[in-house]
């Protein structure tokens, strides 16, 4: 299943939606679209966790990490986690009007992870 190319084809339209998703974060944006980035931000997250942990799963710790493209997948995953507790945190310590409101909501790491993610599959 981790070698087929319909899971390919699945991982590369969830990255695109993901690309599309960090596209449409404004400044000052309305709540509901903050919520709605938000969920789709979770979703997505978990699917890439999932192919991590299923591709772990299936070749093995070795050979995972022998190629290149599953080390960024983890890499990607890092940074989307790392993205989810950073807002968790400025939630609960009450930032996050300022980190709305002086900065974007992703980083430019997860940018960069994700762009790359999607021009890999197009080639």
């Known amino acids: 299943m981790c070698t087929s190319q319909y899971l390919d084809l699945f991982i590369t339209i969830v990255i695109a939606l993901n690309v599309i998703t960090m596209a449409m974060e404004h400044y000052q944006q309305p709540k509901e679209l903050d919520e709605a980035l938000k969920i789709c931000n979770y979703i997505f997250t978990i ?46 310590y009450g930032h996050e009007e300022m980190l709305c409101e002086y900065g974007p909501r992703y980083s430019g790491a997860k940018k960069y992870l994700v762009s790359h993610q999607l021009c890999k599959f197009s080639h």
């Open 47 to 92: 699917v890439f966790v999932l192919e991590s942990v299923f591709k772990l799963v299936a070749f093995g710790f070795r050979r995972f990490f022998k190629d290149r493209s599953e080390v960024t997948l983890c890499l990607r995953v890092g940074v989307l986690i790392s993205d989810q507790i950073s807002r968790q945190n400025c939630l609960v």
